[in-house]
């Protein structure tokens, strides 16, 4: 942190998803469950995710982002031919608890000791 440009930042944004959180993470965790099916599951899942909040934000038709991420695992699982009640639930807790990219707290630790502010929009 001893770039003098960076001096001059007084905070550090960051978006959750994607970022400082793992979002396919969920899917890796239960990926014996999934299959060979697993990986494709995952991607399918975040694009719908990313897909149906940015339609429904261009329509000015918010929704919780909990039940757009369900119905973005719902879609993904119907069109992998993976319904499965207990699995969906599995996935959606884990959801619940992503885990943290491997340099997201060194990271945060090294701008907190630098005394720089730190928050997420998402």
Sequence with gaps: MSDPSFSEVEACVFD??????DVHSAATRVKDDLGEKADALSDMWRFKQLQYTWLRSLMGRHEDFWQVTGYAL???MR???????SLRAKLMEHYLQLDAYPEVI??????????????ILS
Excluded: C, P
């Design 79 to 85: 069109a992998l031919d993976m319904e499965n009640d």
């Design 74 to 76: 719902d879609y993904s």
């Design 16 to 21: 959750a998803y994607g970022t400082l959180f």
């Design 106 to 119: 060194d990271v945060l630790t090294r701008l907190k000791d630098a005394g720089k502010k730190t928050a």
